[in-house]
């Protein structure tokens, strides 16, 4: 194996990793590194993401926190942290993609200041124009890219986001970038709907606005093209459908765990031929992207490329950056506050003091 000594001195190592140990508990505790295989990669992390949505669905024991398990579970500890960036320390044998001392954006990661990874899930930082902490985001960026995708945006078609948390923000850029006008962008928070403007939308609604579907069909020339559902909530959906226009498509971006709401769908779907698309992001395909359909790795790449040749602004959606030892406070946060904002993990700030 390439780096046969360092692959040797992995199995020794130890990390630090932020874990769920119980419900509305995260501590950062000391991990041993897994061993290395053919196709891995030793990654020496520098910034972590907080994806709001599904983190705190894990550290609140939710049952239904994967799309994969038919029975719902309740089980701990729990580790998350699934989109983070980094400096390839060691490769397999296997590897070609990346070599050691490449910058690189990692997919299905841990909250962790070491980390070993499938090659698959390491993606090349071309371009030395993208931070390490807009890096941390490509990840989460892959999973609203997938549903514009799946939408089959066509340039001037009209587009809106329900739900302005990082996945939301992320869409909004994306569907700029994607030639979309107007883009609407739709939320509660107003601190959220600036945010939104400042990041390219053309328009931003308050959803309990008593006149918001009049608001949203005259900003769109009639109705919604393309709808981005990022709440996982059944109310928002219902107010998605009564924005779109004839032969609309609604992708279903947040995790709707919860089904108890229901739908006129002959109404709202059926006689308008209103296509409703899962959008969860392991709805892929694993070797090779076709269009509306790409891999991980593609997608991921894709962002990269967008961020470094400044289609899509990365740094401007990070609001916090925190050292991992202050992991308590901010899950604390996570649990109780309704409208998180964008943080990231600076795992070098730990290194510095420790």
């Known amino acids: 194996m390439r780096n046969n000594e360092k692959m040797k001195e992995v199995t020794a190592m130890e990390c630090k990793k932020i874990v769920f140990t119980e419900i509305n508990k995260a501590e950062l505790l000391t991990e041993t590194v897994r061993e290395m295989e053919e196709n891995d990669v030793l990654v020496d992390t520098f910034v972590t993401t907080i994806s709001s949505g599904t983190e705190r669905a894990n550290i609140t024991g939710d049952p239904f926190v994967t799309i994969a398990s038919a029975v719902p579970t309740v089980n701990f500890p729990r580790t998350a942290g699934y989109s983070a960036a980094g400096v390839v320390m060691a490769v397999g044998e296997n590897v070609k993609s990346v070599k050691v001392g490449d910058r690189v954006a990692l997919s299905w990661s841990k909250h962790t200041n070491l980390q070993v990874l499938n090659e698959k899930n390491v993606h090349l930082i071309e371009s030395d124009k993208v931070s390490y902490a807009a890096a941390a985001l490509t990840h989460i960026a892959t999973f609203p890219m997938a549903a514009i995708r799946k939408c089959r945006l066509e340039m001037g078609e009209s587009a809106m986001v329900m739900g302005l948390g990082i996945l939301g923000l992320l869409a909004v850029q994306l569907l700029r970038a994607a030639g979309a006008v107007p883009v609407i962008a739709v939320d509660p928070n107003p601190d959220r709907r600036q945010k939104a403007l400042q990041l390219g939308a053309d328009y931003a609604f308050d959803p309990f606005a008593a006149d918001f579907v009049e608001m949203v069909k005259n900003a769109s020339h009639g109705g919604v093209n393309v709808a981005i559902e990022v709440t996982g909530n059944g109310p928002a959906l219902n107010q998605a459908l009564d924005c779109m226009a004839k032969l609309g498509r609604v992708a279903l971006l947040g995790c709707t765990r919860q089904s108890d ?21 392991n709805a892929r395909p694993n070797a090779e992207s076709s269009a509306g359909y790409w891999t991980d790795h593609d997608d991921a790449m894709a962002v990269l490329r967008l961020c470094g040749a400044g289609r899509i602004d990365l740094d401007a959606m990070i609001e916090e950056t925190h050292a991992p030892e202050e992991v308590p406070e901010i899950f604390q946060r996570l649990i109780h506050e309704k409208s998180f904002p964008v943080v990231q993990f600076d795992w070098t700030r730990m290194k510095k003091e420790g």
Do not use: Q
């Open 261 to 281: 709401f229901t739908v006129d769908y002959y109404h709202k779907v059926h006689g308008p031929g209103i296509s409703l698309i899962g959008a969860h992001t």
